[in-house]
């Protein structure tokens, strides 16, 4: 299963974005939604997520920056970057988790393509 990422770019600093995520409806509206981003020579690090209820979490970085939302009608996910930095710059990876189960953990962990964010002057 692959899910369809979009939205990056260049932006200045202090500029906006929007990433999106598709995912199968089959497979949306069970997971919960997340955003990772990679920077060169670092690794990956959880951005934000959405439970399959709506319950949304950021990591304290973004915190009041960005905004992840889920549209349950289009099986998509939309994380709206705003005041951009330099440090945000990275390959944003959008990431769809199941339910967990007790023996294997979660009973699926699906990936994008990732799409490129640059800030920079």
Do not use: H
Not at 14 to 24: H, I
Not at 59 to 80: P, W
């Amino acid at each position: 299963v692959q899910l369809q990422a979009s939205g990056g770019g260049l932006v200045q600093p202090g500029g906006s974005l929007r990433l999106s995520c598709t995912a199968p409806g089959n497979i949306f509206s069970i997971s919960a939604m997340n955003w990772y981003r990679q920077a060169p020579g670092k690794r990956r690090d959880l951005v934000a997520a959405v439970t399959s209820s709506g319950t949304t979490n950021y990591t304290d970085s973004v915190k009041g920056r960005f905004t992840l939302s889920r549209d349950n009608t289009k099986n998509t996910v939309y994380l709206q970057m705003n005041s951009l930095k330099p440090e945000d710059s990275a390959v944003y990876y959008c990431n769809a988790k199941g339910p967990r189960r007790w023996d294997i953990g979660y009973v699926f962990d699906y990936w994008g393509q990732g799409t490129q964010v640059t800030v920079s002057s």
